[in-house]
């Protein structure tokens, strides 16, 4: 190793932080230091090999074309440092540290609940932060360690590990049937009410189906729109329509006679789970934590399977 890349390695470090904060002062944050000798340590750095890395303006920080460049060869040589310390960590003590996570109401009170205090009792030294939002929080930027994605993905430059999948199906209250009658075939839907799931802007218009081979993509209509599973299934408990929901989120409601499957031959494409992470470098809090969600995940899944479910492979949008 040349004497001249020693001396850079702590001022590539501070580029990163700043580059992925997409701002001095959240990179001089997350690094504990003024932002002052940030700026000028970084200032240095570009002096020093003859090229601008940053365009710096009030309101943000922005990368040249060969700042970019750079940013994607130094990020890897940081990611794997602090991979390598963490690791060597491990054998010292314990995981610990702060886990951020990204993640939705409907997941987190379905999936992670369950599973958490567990968790949380076997690794008392980590702490957890969530924010449980429909927005896509950028992981680098805001400094999150794990996004958990439900659906198809965009494109990205994260790295991305599929967790599990998980079913869903149509359910109503018994009272709503007794009302309405009873459905026999997917065509029956376009006389229901429809709770639909999404914005209001990319509202559903349509559900797909699946009964073995056979698919059918059925019109609906419908007075409710929401952009929370959980409330969807309180309304068709409450007897106002016919929801699609999660397997497992509706599992104690049927328990409790509150709901009944409608169409059971017929199943709602699957849905994929993914995490997303900055990096496939993670430390050992974010490797135990999704290993422990992927295992509660293939349980549920083993579950689904035993009951005889239905398992296309089409996906639904992301929600």
């Avoid at 003859?50 to 040589?77: D, F, H, K, N, W």
């Avoid at 960590?89 to 567990?118: K, N, Q, Y």
């Avoid at 016919?242 to 006679?257: P, Q, W």
Wanted: one cysteine or more.
């Amino acid at each position: 190793m040349s004497p001249d890349l020693v001396e850079l390695l702590p001022e590539i470090a501070l580029f990163v932080a700043v580059a992925n904060a997409k701002s001095f002062s959240r990179g001089a944050r997350a690094l504990g230091m003024p932002v002052s000798t940030v700026s000028r340590r970084i200032l240095a750095l570009e002096r020093r090999i003859g090229l601008q890395l940053l365009v710096r303006s009030p309101r943000a920080v922005e990368l040249t074309a060969v700042g970019l460049t750079y940013l994607e060869r130094c990020r890897t040589i940081v990611e794997a440092a602090e991979t390598a310390h963490a690791e060597l960590s491990e054998h010292i003590t314990r995981p610990h540290g702060l886990l951020r996570v990204s993640t939705t109401p409907d997941f987190t009170l379905t999936f992670l609940t369950p599973l958490f205090a567990e968790f949380a009792s076997r690794y008392p030294e980590i702490s957890f932060e969530f924010d449980l939002s429909p927005r896509h929080v950028d992981l680098v930027a805001d400094n999150f360690d794990v996004a958990i994605r439900i659906g198809k993905l965009a494109d990205s430059q994260l790295t991305v590990r599929r967790l599990g999948m998980l079913e869903g199906g149509l359910y109503a209250a018994p009272a709503y049937l007794e009302r309405h009658g009873p459905l026999s075939s997917p065509g029956d839907l376009a006389r229901c009410e429809c709770i639909r799931a999404g914005a209001a802007r990319a509202r559903q218009t349509t559900w797909d189906l699946a009964k073995g081979k056979s698919r059918i993509s059925v019109p609906i209509r419908g007075r409710f729109v929401a952009n929370n599973l959980r409330f969807v299934l309180e309304l068709a408990a409450l007897g106002v329509g016919i929801g699609m929901v999660d397997v497992a989120m509706a599992r104690a409601a049927v328990a409790a006679g509150t709901l009944v499957r409608v169409l059971p031959a017929w199943s709602p494409p699957p849905v994929l789970v993914h995490a997303l992470t900055p990096s496939r470098l993670v430390p050992a809090k974010t490797r135990l934590f999704l290993d422990c969600l992927s295992e509660h995940l293939a349980l549920g899944e083993a579950a689904s399977a035993r009951s005889g479910m239905q398992r296309p492979s089409q996906l639904h949008e992301p929600r």
